[in-house]
């Protein structure tokens, strides 16, 4: 079992930057890719980015150019640095924990509560 506790969600203003971060912590060398979701209200869950242990990512076409996940040596912790945010990158952002890389959020089993992200006109 993963636990994974995020942070640094909040309100900005359009152009304005955030940086979510999760900690893992638990059974964590069950997992290789670690990454970020997001689900507005009446809306799917979406990848945003995730990244594995040696570095490989995968980012939604939104985010690029604008977003960049990183992940600590000791792959514990994951970083959003989210930059010209936009009000519809509002959402409910979870970071999840998985086995391998992937876009589709079922190959993740191990999941945060969230952190809400919203982002003023």
């Known amino acids: 079992q993963v636990q994974l506790v995020e942070s640094g969600g909040g309100l900005v203003q359009a152009g304005g930057s955030l940086r979510l971060s999760c900690a893992a912590s638990g059974r964590i060398f069950n997992f290789n890719a670690m990454g970020w979701y997001r689900q507005a209200p009446g809306k799917m869950r979406e990848l945003v980015a995730t990244?594995?242990?040696?570095?490989?990512?995968m980012y939604a076409d939104s985010a690029k150019g604008r977003f960049t996940i990183s992940r600590d040596s000791a792959n514990i912790t994951v970083h959003l640095q989210m930059n010209s945010l936009k009000p519809e990158d509002r959402a409910v952002y979870y970071c999840?924990?998985?086995?391998?890389?992937?876009?589709?959020?079922?190959?993740?089993?191990?999941w945060g509560q969230g952190t809400q992200v919203t982002v003023s006109s």
């Open positions: 990244i594995t242990s040696r570095g490989s990512t």
């Open positions: 999840a924990a998985g086995r391998r890389l992937a876009r589709d959020y079922r190959v993740y089993n191990s």
